[in-house]
């Protein structure tokens, strides 16, 4: 019995991919063989364990976007799970059982007139005033805060784009928009792992970012540039800060070269996709010990 689908946000389809929501079946197809080739197991012999859980992700993605019907059942959990964990939303169910807890309360409220006949009975004529006084001061206390429990939350204020200064990028970076940018490392600089990669993923109307790499050699054998997942956050904006931590990229200490990152932000509904990237000189600690050795003897 096959297991039922679900949506994982650490594990979307759509970034193991590297295509956009909107992507055709064609276009799913075309980046399944271009990542195929860069993440087969035959092509990456020092490193099959890595190589088998990816190209394992990757086959699962494709199964599922490349078949129109699962397709369509995977992108309504996914639009279920972003719209039910955005700030402030309130489940209709939810909404339904406060009115109804509302209107329960105001039936069980008992009416001014039954204050007034308490102090009658009881009392006699003097204590009359004094129970009128404290059943409509009571009373209305007791509505004004049963209002304000029921009502229903007011939408957030859409919050206009911040623009920031735009970061200074050498010619090779694709890094010009402002909300999109890789701060550290440097384009052109030389890197050893492990290393932070630092800079802004940040959008009034975020949905989530992802970062991917390719090495110079990968893409030439794999014709085109063909980026491999690395690491991705949704939900949380990044604003000058680190968008992957040092621990991520220690699983690059056997790549060595030339290598591409690119930073990729999803917003505005899926409507909006922006990306950056840059080229750093990848010096692991492997390369290091080699060059050492080769200077000595």
Same mark, same amino acid.
């Given at each position: 019995?096959?297991?039922?689908? /679900?949506?994982?946000?650490?594990?979307?389809?759509?970034? $193991?991919?590297?295509?956009?929501?909107? %992507?055709?079946?064609?276009?799913?197809?075309?980046?399944?063989?271009?990542?195929?080739?860069?993440?087969?197991?035959?092509?990456?012999?020092?490193?099959?364990?890595?190589?088998?859980?990816? !190209?394992?992700?990757?086959?699962?993605?494709?199964?599922?976007?490349?078949?129109?019907?699962?397709?369509?059942?995977?992108?309504?959990?996914?639009?279920?799970?972003?719209?039910?964990?955005?700030? @402030?939303?309130?489940?209709?169910?939810?909404?339904?059982?406060?009115?109804?807890?509302?209107?329960?309360?105001?039936? /069980?409220?008992?009416?001014?007139?039954?204050?007034?006949?308490?102090?009658?009975?009881?009392? @006699?004529?003097?204590?009359?005033?004094?129970?009128?006084?404290? %059943?409509?001061?009571?009373?209305?206390?007791?509505?004004?805060?049963?209002?304000?429990?029921? %009502?229903?939350?007011?939408?957030?204020?859409? $919050?206009?784009?911040?623009?920031?200064?735009?970061?200074?990028?050498?010619?090779?970076?694709?890094?010009?928009?402002?909300?999109?940018?890789?701060?550290?490392?440097?384009?052109?600089?030389? $890197?050893?792992?492990? !290393?932070?990669?630092?800079?802004?993923?940040?959008?009034?109307? !975020?949905?989530?970012?992802?970062?991917?790499?390719?090495?110079?050699?990968?893409?030439? /054998?794999?014709? &085109?540039?063909?980026?491999?997942?690395?690491?991705?956050?949704?939900?949380?904006?990044?604003?000058? &800060?680190?968008?992957?931590?040092?621990?991520?990229?220690?699983?690059?200490?056997?790549?060595? @070269? +030339?290598?591409?990152?690119?930073?990729?932000?999803?917003? +505005?509904?899926?409507?909006?996709?922006?990306?950056?990237?840059?080229?750093?000189?990848?010096?692991?600690?492997?390369?290091?010990?080699?060059?050492?050795?080769?200077?000595?003897?």
């Amino acid at each position: 019995m096959p297991k039922p689908l /679900r949506y994982d946000p650490d594990n979307d389809f759509y970034t $193991v991919l590297g295509v956009p929501p909107t %992507a055709t079946l064609d276009e799913i197809h075309r980046a399944y063989r271009q990542r195929a080739k860069v993440v087969h197991p035959d092509l990456n012999r020092d490193r099959r364990e890595w190589a088998h859980d990816q !190209f394992q992700r990757l086959n699962m993605a494709h199964d599922i976007l490349g078949d129109l019907t699962l397709r369509s059942e995977y992108n309504q959990k996914r639009q279920l799970y972003i719209e039910t964990h955005r700030p @402030g939303y309130k489940s209709a169910a939810l909404a339904e059982a406060s009115r109804a807890a509302w209107a329960r309360r105001q039936r /069980r409220r008992p009416p001014a007139l039954y204050y007034l006949s308490v102090g009658i009975l009881m009392f @006699g004529a003097l204590p009359i005033l004094y129970y009128i006084l404290v %059943a409509l001061i009571t009373g209305a206390n007791h509505q004004s805060t049963e209002v304000l429990d029921a %009502a229903p939350p007011r939408p957030a204020a859409i $919050v206009s784009p911040v623009i920031f200064a735009t970061a200074t990028s050498s010619p090779s970076s694709s890094c010009t928009d402002p909300r999109v940018m890789i701060t550290e490392p440097h384009d052109g600089d030389n $890197v050893q792992t492990p !290393f932070a990669i630092r800079g802004t993923a940040f959008s009034d109307r !975020f949905i989530n970012y992802s970062v991917n790499y390719g090495s110079a050699d990968l893409v030439k /054998r794999a014709g &085109g540039y063909a980026p491999i997942f690395l690491y991705s956050q949704p939900r949380l904006p990044v604003k000058s &800060g680190t968008l992957v931590p040092d621990w991520v990229t220690s699983k690059l200490a056997d790549l060595h @070269g +030339d290598v591409v990152l690119q930073l990729m932000m999803v917003a +505005d509904n899926y409507k909006t996709e922006l990306t950056c990237k840059i080229a750093i000189h990848l010096n692991t600690n492997n390369a290091s010990t080699a060059a050492a050795t080769d200077t000595n003897s």
